[in-house]
Nanobody
Framework: EVQLQAYGGGLVQAGGYLRLSCAAP?????????IGWFRQAPGKEREAVSC??????????AESVKGRFATSSDNTGNTDTVYLQMNSLKTEDTAVYHC?????????????????WGQGTQVTVSS
């Protein structure tokens, strides 16, 4: 079963930055997919953060992260990787961040439209 693993979380002060990575597992590539980033804070529902389509490069950002977060993809090497650059972090960005895929564009941000969920990475922003 394919599962996408998110990497790069950690503890950072408010105003700081982190870059998360989501690498395609061996034998899998992102060519036909859009890759979404989601987060889930304790006691809250999982919410969409951003998405990037491998088909046309189109992106989606939640209003709460626009202007602070940027997603990009690198399909030039042996392993397709999608990144989430998170700048100007706020305490409310604290959550477990996951990546998952949908086909083929970033149209519907609902988590139910995405697959291949794996273990997320914890991002903690301190005040």
């Amino acid at each position: 079963e394919v599962q996408l693993q998110a990497y790069g979380g950690g503890l950072v002060q408010a105003g700081g930055y982190l870059r998360l990575s989501c690498a395609a597992p061996a034998g899998f590539n992102f060519d036909k997919y859009a890759i979404g980033w989601f987060r889930q804070a304790p006691g809250k529902e999982r919410e969409a953060v951003s998405c990037i389509s491998s088909i046309d490069g189109s992106t989606y950002y939640a209003e709460s992260v626009k202007g602070r977060f940027a997603t990009s993809s690198d399909n030039t090497g042996n392993t397709d990787t999608v990144y989430l650059q998170m700048n100007s972090l706020k305490t409310e960005d604290t959550a477990v961040y996951h990546c998952a895929v949908t086909i083929p564009l970033c149209v519907d941000p609902r988590p139910a439209e995405y697959a291949f969920w794996g273990q997320g990475t914890q991002v903690t922003v301190s005040s």
